[in-house]
Structures are given as structure tokens and as C-alpha cells.
């Protein structure tokens, strides 16, 4: 796992919290209207499921983790092979990224019956498959790569992945709402003792 984003090689010997992290997806809805709108819709519908179903003997599994496995995934393959598994955009929200398309993507799965949403008693929203993934849709290698990222983070909280992606360089460099670009997977994620105004110059340069 040495080498890969979202090795947590660094944190070793963090406390894990235990706070109570709220509904995530504040993302603005988009309408998902061309043809290669729907391919990422597609793909992230079926990317989740598959997450979900590695996912089911994990007590602790909402929103939040699946929205941090999807993007480490998507972020690694990226910066592995140059491009991502499901193509989606993620914009920096308060616990994190977030993948636009994410909430049409659940609701599309519930009207189908291929998935509920159950809220626990920490009021976190787990998506349940009804049916398996359609994993025809993604490379053996890619699936591999959400495999890998799921056991880096199975036994982690979601408040624990919260915080670490707050320390990826593209959450640091965007601003909230605003669209965390895919070639930050190329920046080191040690910390950066910028100055506001140099912030803001790599951010105008990131939107360039």
C-alpha cells in the first residue's frame, strides 16, 4: 500500500475520534443531461453498489465513508494511470470531498430497487444493495484499486477520514464548493505553510 495517496503511513499513532459526523452531500444537485454525464452517473451508481457490498460486514459504513473511498479511488487511479474510475467531480465540502452526481446517483438507485438508505442510531445513511454491482463497467485493475482502498480504511471512522482528507492538497487549495481538480493527485500532501496570498494565486492558477 507504501506509495498510494491515500496511504496513511504518516498518521500512525492518531487517535481515532469518536463525534458523531452529519449527513454529508451538501454538493449542488446537478442535471446529469449528456451522454457522458450519464456514463459517470452510470458508473458511479455501480461503483458504489460494489463499494457497498464490500462493505457489509462493516458496522460503521454512511455517506461519509463511501464518499472518501470513491474519492481516494478515483484520485489514485488518476494518479496511477492518468485517469480516474468513474470521472466524477468532487468539490470540497465541510467533512470533505464530495462527488457531484452522488446524491441523483442514490436516488436513482432506490427507484430502480437496486439499493435502500437506513439511517443508524449515529445517524448515518448506509446505502444496503438489493442486487450486485453491474461490474462490467470497470477494469479488473480498477477494482482491484477500490478493493485495496476499502480494506486501507476498513476499520477506520468516518470522522477519521474527514479529517485526513481535510490534509489532501486539493481540499486544502480549494475553497468550499468549489471543484477539487484531479491533477492535485499529483501534489504532496504534506502540509504547506502558505500565506493566504499564495493560496490564492495557486488556487486562481488551479482554475486557470
Known amino acids: 500500500m507504501g506509495g498510494m495517496i491515500f496511504s496513511c503511513a504518516h498518521c500512525v ?11 454529508e452531500g451538501a454538493a ?9 454525464d450519464k456514463k459517470k ?11 457497498a457490498e464490500q462493505c457489509r460486514d462493516i458496522a460503521r459504513f454512511g455517506n461519509v465513508k463511501l464518499n472518501k473511498i470513491l474519492y481516494y479511488a478515483d484520485f489514485e487511479a488518476y494518479r496511477v494511470w492518468g485517469e480516474p474510475i468513474t470521472g466524477a467531480t468532487y468539490q470540497r465540502d465541510t467533512y470533505g470531498p464530495v462527488p457531484l452526481g452522488m ?3 442514490r436516488e436513482e438507485l432506490q427507484r430502480e430497487r437496486a439499493a435502500i438508505v437506513l439511517a443508524d442510531e449515529r445517524r448515518q445513511k448506509r446505502l444496503v444493495p438489493l442486487r450486485p454491482a453491474v461490474t462490467k463497467h470497470f477494469k479488473p485493475e480498477e477494482l482491484a484499486l477500490v478493493k485495496a482502498v476499502v ?25 468550499p464548493g468549489e ?7 499529483f501534489i504532496p500532501d504534506v502540509p504547506l505553510k502558505l500565506t493566504e496570498g499564495e493560496l490564492e494565486w495557486a488556487r486562481q492558477m488551479a482554475r486557470a
Open 13 to 23: 499513532g492518531t487517535k481515532e475520534g469518536e463525534q458523531i459526523i452529519p449527513e
Open 28 to 36: 449542488v444537485p446537478r442535471v446529469m443531461t449528456t451522454k457522458a
Open 41 to 51: 452517473l452510470l458508473k458511479l451508481k455501480e461503483l458504489s453498489l460494489y463499494i
Open 103 to 105: 446524491r441523483a446517483a
Open 151 to 175: 480494506e486501507e480504511f476498513r476499520h477506520r471512522t468516518a470522522g477519521y477520514l474527514s479529517r485526513e482528507s481535510h490534509k489532501r492538497a486539493g481540499w486544502r487549495l480549494a475553497k
Open 179 to 185: 471543484e477539487i481538480p484531479y491533477y492535485t493527485a
